[in-house]
């Protein structure tokens, strides 16, 4: 079990709060977003932190208590549940421990349960399920190792950021790669929506492409 993880520096993690899942997930180039099963349940206001990851046995919660032990201020613990949409893995009393730490929130892929309660806690939850079923808390599980949550591979440290649109994942020697491409890609929206604003409704990228597969403009 490991208990200590490789985080990024702070000025990296403030630079990354820059962007929304949308542009990360357009400046990866390559998939980056976690499948939209993993769904924000309880969120107030994204979050970015690095990964604490906990792989679990199915059916089974037993070091979820450990991974909130271990986790520090702002990280965000991510879940390999397998998708189970039978058992609980979360609840109100994770969330009040989670809390209790500052840790940022947590993806689970698989399910929570006490939703009202975790609600008024605050820690935001991005989950696959909501299920009235407990887990049992008897079998091994993995801390802090590569797992695969919604159809994503996430490492410890890497950096997790998630909003209304989803989560995404970066890798973190990806990270600098991915935030200079966000940021080329927020400055060709912001000039895409100054040009609608003037009544240009096609930019000159897609009028190409257009012109490429044929569809040449009307005259007159």
Do not use: H
Not at 43 to 51: D, L, M, R, T
Not at 112 to 122: T, Y
Not at 136 to 142: A, D, L, V
């Amino acid at each position: 079990m490991r208990t200590k993880i490789n985080r990024l520096d702070q000025v990296t993690i403030e630079k990354v709060k820059q962007y929304d899942t949308t542009l990360l997930a357009d400046g990866a180039g390559s998939r980056i977003a976690l499948s939209s099963d993993i769904k924000p349940v309880i969120q107030e206001k994204s979050i970015v932190g690095p990964a604490i990851t906990l792989k679990l046995t199915l059916g089974d919660s037993l070091l979820v208590s450990k991974a909130i032990d271990i986790a520090q201020a702002g990280d965000i613990i991510v879940i390999d549940a397998f998708g189970t949409d039978m058992n609980a893995v979360w609840g109100d009393l994770k969330s009040l421990m989670a809390k209790q730490k500052n840790i940022a929130g947590v993806i689970i892929d698989g399910s929570i349960r006490d939703v009202s309660a975790c609600r008024e806690i605050g820690v935001q939850i991005y989950c696959k399920n909501i299920v009235c079923s407990s887990s049992t808390k008897n079998s091994p599980g993995e801390i802090n190792v590569p797992i695969v949550c919604g159809g994503m591979n996430v490492n410890p440290g890497d950096i997790v950021v998630g909003d209304e649109n989803g989560v995404v994942i970066l890798p973190a020697d990806k990270v600098d790669e991915i935030l200079e491409n966000a940021k080329k890609k927020q400055e060709m929206v912001e000039k895409v929506r100054q040009e609608i604003i003037e009544g240009k409704y096609i930019s000159d990228n897609i009028s190409e492409k257009m012109k490429q597969l044929g569809y040449e403009e009307e005259s007159g």
